[in-house]
């Protein structure tokens, strides 16, 4: 299933996830979507991953054939997991978690496979393992930003006068591919969809989008209308840059702007306070904070700079300041007014307060932290200025 | 919601939801995936559209903020949709169709919603609407393909001797960006994941993937197991490129090869059969024909050339030659051994009889034909030859 040296992180893995069913006071869990499948396996199989509340973690594998590993039983259909798992020696499941993110027709199917188990949600189960990453995490994630910071310092030589946001966001692209991006921009939920990221500017950034991203765009179909929309990037413009830095499997979260002549005033002092804003988060930013905590003091911070009118969005504002990314971009904790989540140690946490200033653009950074009893400390290492391109 | 010239094709849309609808004896559906959003209103937002079995579709809007249009009612939460549907002067459903491929928890709320009414699958009701194309849609079909064949026209000019297969994708996704390739490439389900398709050369063709796609490929990380790994193009390989035709929210599905140096006989004879059997399956595909015969006579003309072994993969064989395409990749029909699909016109299907011989690559192309009462008429059109790229 996976080489050797990735076992004592498999059985780290299910250990959380175990520690969390016990909780519930459940005995298993029943994993079918990728994310869940990468995480619990470390690799994407077409198939089930089943934990028990103890010992180890079985893998029902339909594709790719030829996988190996103690505990990978090939089936046809999820009905064969019930004799397989009598047939191993393990009790059938009084409580089983099933993951609710799963289609309902999966969901569905599953629960009828076990008709005499009480069943929990799944993907809540999962949601809170996943937030706090493993060292390993930790470093595939610290892997995904150096690269991810190795392109934005090159962002500068692909830009030339008369460009649209389209072309450079094509460059830009190429550059992260040719890096190593994977491209796929996993997400939680099917009412989210992007493709490698956003490239705004001018006025583009305070059209509302139909999308829970922090910024906006009109995008360049009806079929997706997010972010870049054909537009000169012309002087007196902001242009920022918020794409995916999935170079490992574990996505950083980073946006960096850039200006062509001058800006306004109003725009430098809109990017400062996001700057003052990271500065504050990511200082009281420690384990057993309430996430909501922070996005209230994000608040209070452009409300005292008299910026609150343009802070995350003009037109349409988002409803949130930060939010936990790994496999997927949109992981716990989110720092959101009515959030219940709690800090601990090891979350990772893109916090991206952002303004739109009308007729301008958006100003304001994007980093990606790790939160540890010091605070929250930067992956993803920038300059954090806007940078002239003319 | 929609422009005023976009008003009859979303009549004609719900109309034919409508039938479907009616021949279920269901009152309504609501639909909540992105696909079907943008299918029942021309363009995504988040929220709900409600098609009941007569009359206009209601759409319930959470964002963006701004949408004008008679049967626009903005809303916080689905579960004000019942009081609103009341003050229209609309009766709540008793059958209601709700999509088992949302997820569960999003199905189960909705359920909520609707205490009182018997569910049905909205999924099932829309696949079997979306599978037959409308004139509009065929429309976007075919700008799509035009612009696909146009990319592939240029792949030629972005090869140079010592690529690698990520290198050369990487050129072909600016080139497909450049001419206004949206990127996404939506898929129904889970499961699936990729990123803008596959350049997949030498032996690399035949490792399998846990994917449900016609061809393999270990790809670039654990985490995406798929398509090209960063194998060195060498003489003797043979380059299939099947890239995502996505220009205008309507996909075609396209695939040619190339080779570098001398391809052995048994790879010529392979691409060839692909080609006899697109003419045969193309010429039997009208309506009324069962898809699961078309696939028996291009497994027969496989055998009959003794290329069974190769024919749809080698180590690992995908199940079917050809499927569905429109907003997602795979509609109905389905060319399958076992499938229940019959042919109707104005269906459109991608055809992809291919070959993997060993130490050479994946062989044959893959066309997006309409159904037609003369048989399926190709909108991909590019050469069917293989291409030198030395």
């Given at each position: 299933?996976?080489?050797?040296?990735?076992?004592?992180?498999?059985?780290?893995?299910?250990?959380?996830?175990q520690?969390?069913?016990?909780?519930?006071?459940a005995?298993?869990?029943?994993?079918?979507?990728?994310?869940?499948?990468?995480?619990?396996?470390?690799?994407?199989?077409?198939?089930?991953?089943?934990?028990?509340?103890?010992?180890?973690?079985?893998?029902?594998?339909?594709?790719?054939?030829?996988l190996?590993?103690e505990?990978?039983?090939?089936?046809?259909?999820?009905?064969?997991?019930?004799?397989?798992?009598?047939?191993?020696?393990?009790?059938?499941?009084?409580k089983?978690?099933?993951?609710?993110?799963?289609?309902?027709?999966?969901?569905?199917?599953?629960?009828?496979v076990?008709?005499?188990?009480e069943?929990?949600?799944?993907?809540?189960?999962?949601?809170?393992?996943?937030?706090?990453?493993?060292?390993?995490?930790?470093?595939?994630?610290h892997?995904?930003?150096?690269?991810?910071?190795?392109?934005?310092?090159?962002?500068?030589?692909?830009?030339?006068?008369?460009?649209?946001d389209i072309?450079?966001?094509?460059?830009?692209?190429?550059?992260?591919?040719?890096h190593?991006?994977?491209?796929?921009?996993?997400?939680?939920?099917?009412?989210m969809?992007?493709?490698?990221?956003?490239v705004?500017?001018?006025?583009n950034?305070?059209?509302?989008t139909?999308y829970?991203?922090?910024?906006?765009?009109?995008g360049?179909?009806?079929?997706?209308?997010?972010?870049c929309?054909?537009?000169l990037?012309?002087?007196?413009?902001?242009?920022?840059?918020?794409?995916?830095?999935?170079?490992t499997g574990?996505?950083?979260?980073?946006?960096?702007v850039?200006?062509?002549?001058?800006?306004p005033?109003?725009?430098?002092?809109?990017h400062?306070c996001?700057?003052?804003?990271?500065?504050?988060?990511?200082?009281?930013?420690?384990p057993?904070?309430?996430?909501?905590?922070?996005?209230?003091?994000?608040?209070?911070?452009?409300?005292?700079a008299?910026?609150?009118?343009?802070?995350?969005?003009?037109?349409?504002?988002?409803?949130?300041?930060?939010?936990?990314?790994?496999?997927?971009?949109?992981?716990?904790?989110?720092?959101?007014?009515?959030?219940?989540?709690?800090?601990?140690?090891?979350?990772?946490?893109a916090l991206?307060?952002?303004?739109?200033?009308?007729?301008?653009?958006?100003?304001?950074?994007?980093?990606?932290?790790?939160?540890t009893?010091?605070?929250?400390?930067?992956i993803?290492n920038a300059?954090?200025?806007?940078?002239?391109?003319?």
């Open positions: 299933m996976y080489s050797s040296n990735f076992q004592p992180e498999a059985s780290l893995r299910w250990k959380r996830v520690s969390v069913l016990q909780s519930i006071n005995d298993a869990v029943l994993l079918n979507t990728n994310a869940n499948l990468y995480y619990s396996s470390g690799r994407i199989f077409n198939g089930y991953t089943y934990i028990p509340s103890e010992g180890e973690a079985i893998y029902f594998v339909r594709r790719p054939i030829g190996k590993g505990n990978v039983h090939y089936i046809h259909k999820p009905e064969q997991i019930p004799a397989l798992l009598t047939e191993i020696g393990l009790p059938l499941p009084r089983l978690a099933i993951e609710w993110d799963a289609s309902h027709g999966d969901f569905t199917r599953l629960c009828a076990f008709p005499d188990a069943i929990t949600n799944g993907s809540a189960v999962m949601r809170k393992v996943r937030s706090v990453k493993t060292d390993y995490e930790l470093g595939l994630l892997e995904s930003a150096v690269k991810h910071a190795e392109v934005y310092h090159r962002i500068e030589s692909v830009y030339h006068n008369g460009m649209t072309e450079l966001q094509i460059e830009i692209e190429r550059l992260l591919r040719l190593g991006n994977l491209g796929l921009f996993r997400i939680n939920g099917q009412s969809e992007i493709f490698m990221g956003n705004i500017c001018g006025d950034a305070d059209t509302p139909p829970d991203f922090a910024m906006g765009g009109a360049l179909s009806c079929s997706i209308p997010v972010g929309n054909g537009s990037i012309r002087p007196g413009m902001a242009v920022m840059v918020d794409m995916c830095g999935n170079f574990y996505m950083t979260d980073m946006t960096r850039y200006s062509v002549g001058e800006l005033d109003l725009a430098h002092r809109a400062q996001s700057i003052d804003i990271h500065r504050a988060v990511s200082q009281m930013g420690k057993s904070v309430k996430a909501a905590d922070l996005y209230n003091l994000a608040i209070s911070i452009a409300k005292e008299g910026l609150e009118n343009y802070f995350m969005g003009h037109t349409q504002k988002a409803g949130f300041i930060g939010h936990g990314v790994g496999i997927e971009v949109n992981e716990a904790p989110v720092l959101a007014p009515r959030s219940k989540d709690i800090l601990e140690g090891n979350q990772v946490i991206e307060p952002k303004f739109v200033i009308p007729h301008v653009g958006a100003v304001g950074i994007e980093d990606t932290y790790m939160v009893p010091e605070g929250m400390k930067a993803t300059p954090v200025e806007i940078v002239s391109l003319s």
